[in-house]
């Protein structure tokens, strides 16, 4: 069922970012010289489509049909990644002024193309220009003491917190002694450890709603 799970949320991104592209060439993408002095940081939208990226610092937050994902963003390459399961989905990035083209991941390269987004000020995931505002919640607990002390869980882009108690049955969301997020709608990969025992998955949780992990051995 796990795996199952992993499958089902690499689609949802896939499905996500790839309604930004088409079949179709998409020849002015192939004139953009990267300029290392133009700024990623803020909202982009796909030209004729309802499609959004926005960078926030670390963070890329995919938007489509109010439906929001979030990866890390590296300034350095530049790309943009999304790691779902065990699946790695890393899109290269160039930039010049107000045109953002995003590349192609690997698993795409034979049916997809880079495409163009421009610079936009909405974006509506977050409230913006309609639909899928609204925090939601993560809540990681555990259901008896694993004997390895305090139990260290970090989420992307969101910091890191621990689990200092343990609870018979699932706890009411923000319960103390657990590790609690707020975090906008989307999806987050996430890295416990505790002396020889380590987690690490992904999490999606949509707007105004608690996802409860429980760690278990």
């Known amino acids: 069922m796990k795996n199952l799970k992993s499958y089902y949320r690499l689609l949802i991104v896939l499905a996500l970012v790839f309604t930004a592209f088409g079949c179709e060439s998409d020849d002015e993408g192939d004139d953009i010289e990267n300029d290392p002095s133009s700024s990623f940081e803020g909202s982009w939208k796909r030209e004729n489509m309802e499609t ?43 930039i010049n002024g107000n045109a953002l083209l995003v590349g192609v991941p690997n698993q795409a390269v034979e049916t997809h193309n880079a495409q163009i987004y421009y610079r936009s000020n909405v974006f509506p995931c977050d409230g913006s220009g309609g639909g899928g505002s609204g925090e939601g919640n993560i809540m990681f607990w555990i259901g008896s003491d694993l004997g390895c002390g305090n139990i260290s869980v970090t989420l992307q ?6 689990i200092t108690s343990y609870y018979g049955s699932s706890p009411n969301c923000g319960a103390s002694g657990c590790a609690n997020f707020t975090v906008a709608p989307g999806t987050y990969s996430y890295t416990a450890s505790c002396g020889n025992y380590t987690w690490n998955g992904t999490i999606t949780v949509p707007a105004n709603q608690c996802y409860k992990m429980q760690l278990t051995l």
Do not use: D, R
């Open 52 to 94: 959004y990226v926005k960078f926030v610092g670390s963070n890329a937050i995919t938007c489509s049909g109010g439906v929001e994902t979030v990866g890390s963003f590296n300034a350095s390459e530049p790309s943009m990644t999304f790691v779902i399961g065990q699946e790695v989905i890393k899109f290269p990035l160039k």
């Open 157 to 162: 882009g969101q910091g890191s917190g621990s």
